[in-house]
Each structure stands twice: as structure tokens, then as C-alpha cells.
T-cell receptor, first 116, second 116 residues
Framework: EAQVTQNPRYLITVTGKKLTVTCSQN?????MSWYRQDPGLGLRQIYY???????DKGDVPEGYKVSRKEKRNFPLILESPSPNQTSLYFC???????????????FGPGTRLTVL | AQSVTQLGSHVSVSEGALVLLRCNYS??????LFWYVQYPNQGLQLLLK??????LVKGINGFEAEFKKSETSFHLTKPSAHMSDAAEYFC??????????????FGQGTILTVHP
């Protein structure tokens, strides 16, 4: 089944304790992206990757890191989480091979993060 | 830069009634527009997308949307609401190329409630 998976689905942590949220897609997509969803703000892009070893900042990158060493995986790293990073996080992927922006983005199920 | 405004954070309808969810966009270049649906505790699922072909776009689950350039709108409609339509709906915009490569800019979301 074609899908985007994220782990963990729920995470409660404390301020300053490094964490990683994994994202994996099995559709051979080139483009991957991380979003955070906050009430009343919709989804905002954190980072994106156009291909392996190619990542770039989105609208709200502060406090986050990403890496893209393999095509299928795009982990989100919070080196020193803070309470304002409490949010619902979504990973997404799309084919995006030719540069068109009309490719459908497929979303993972989400990771609900609470930072105390 | 592009942006999206969804009018009404909450919409309530009776089962069988017309569903109308409003979306207005702003873009300096021709946009590509999307509607996504999010069911409770799930990721986002694409309902339909406008990619500069037909202005009336039909999607899944009986939804459709019409692109109106003169009104900069892309409202989502369904003739007859069903209880299973209760969810949060997001309108999103992107443009081809440029520094916004592949980025979806989302509206704030509209929660649809369907009453028996």
C-alpha cells in the first residue's frame, strides 16, 4: 500500500531533550516536506527536500533540523525542544520530479508532540 | 507570495443540505488550488485540485469546486451533506517554480459539522 508513515504518533517530552520524528514514504517520491498544524493557523511548512541531500527552509524552520540521506526517509529533529513547539506535525511527499507544482502531496497520519 | 483565506472557521449544516465552504486566494501568478479534508486523528486527504484545466473541478465524495479568477475564489460545494462529511477542510495554494517550489500555503481550516 502506498503510504507515508510517521513515528511516533504521540510523544510527550520535556524541554531540552533532543528528539527525532521519523518519516518514510514507499512511493519513490522525490519531494518531501514537514508541516506543523496549530489551531487557527492551518498548516505551515517547516522544511522541505527536493531530493536526496537537498533540503531547504520553509516558513517556520527555527528550532528544527532535517536530513535527507535516503530518498524514502526524511526525519525531523528537534535538538532542544521548547513548549512553543508543542504541535501536530505532518510529513508529506509528492512525485515532484519535473518541477510541476500540481503533483498531489500525500500526508502521513501526523505526530502529536507535547513539550513540557 | 501567495496566501489563502477561508471564510468561517466553523460551518454547520443539516444532513441533506447544501455544503458551501469558502476560499479566497491571493497570488501574483496563476495559482494551483487544492482542497484537503482531515478526519479526526487522521492525516490530510486530497479532495480535489485545480491545475488550470477546467474551472469546475470534481473531486471525491461528491464534492466540487469552481475556480473564479475574477473573484479570486475557489469555493467548495456539495449538494447534499452526509454525516460522514463532518471533518476539517483546508484550502491550499501553490504556484509553479520560483522560491515557493512545491510549497503548499494553507488556509486556517474550516470545521464542518453535520446535524441529523
Amino acid at each position: 500500500e502506498a503510504q507515508v508513515t510517521q513515528n511516533p504518533r504521540y510523544l510527550i517530552t520535556v524541554t531540552g531533550k533532543k528528539l527525532t520524528v521519523t518519516c518514510s514514504q514507499n512511493m519513490n517520491h522525490e519531494y518531501m516536506s514537514w508541516y506543523r498544524q496549530d489551531p487557527g493557523l492551518g498548516l505551515r511548512q517547516i522544511y522541505y527536500s527536493m531530493n536526496v541531500e537537498a533540503t531547504d527552509k520553509g516558513d517556520v524552520p527555527e528550532g528544527y533540523k532535517v536530513s535527507r540521506k535516503e530518498k524514502r526517509n526524511f526525519p525531523l529533529i528537534l535538538e532542544s525542544p521548547s513548549p512553543n513547539q508543542t504541535s501536530l506535525y505532518f510529513c508529506a511527499s509528492s512525485l515532484q520530479a519535473s518541477g510541476t507544482s500540481t503533483d498531489t502531496q500525500y500526508f502521513g497520519p501526523g505526530t502529536r508532540l507535547t513539550v513540557l | 507570495a501567495q496566501s489563502v483565506t477561508q471564510l468561517g472557521s466553523h460551518v454547520s449544516v443539516s444532513e441533506g443540505a447544501l455544503v458551501l465552504l469558502r476560499c479566497n486566494y491571493s497570488s501574483s501568478v496563476p495559482p494551483y488550488l487544492f482542497w484537503y479534508v482531515q478526519y479526526p486523528n487522521q492525516g490530510l486527504q486530497l479532495l480535489l485540485k485545480y491545475t488550470s484545466a477546467a474551472t469546475l473541478v470534481k473531486g471525491i465524495n461528491g464534492f466540487e469546486a469552481e475556480f473564479k479568477k475574477s473573484e479570486t475564489s475557489f469555493h467548495l460545494t456539495k449538494p447534499s451533506a452526509h454525516m460522514s462529511d463532518a471533518a476539517e477542510y483546508f484550502c491550499a495554494v501553490t504556484v509553479a517554480g520560483g522560491t515557493s517550489y512545491g510549497k503548499l500555503t494553507f488556509g486556517q481550516g474550516t470545521i464542518l459539522t453535520v446535524h441529523p
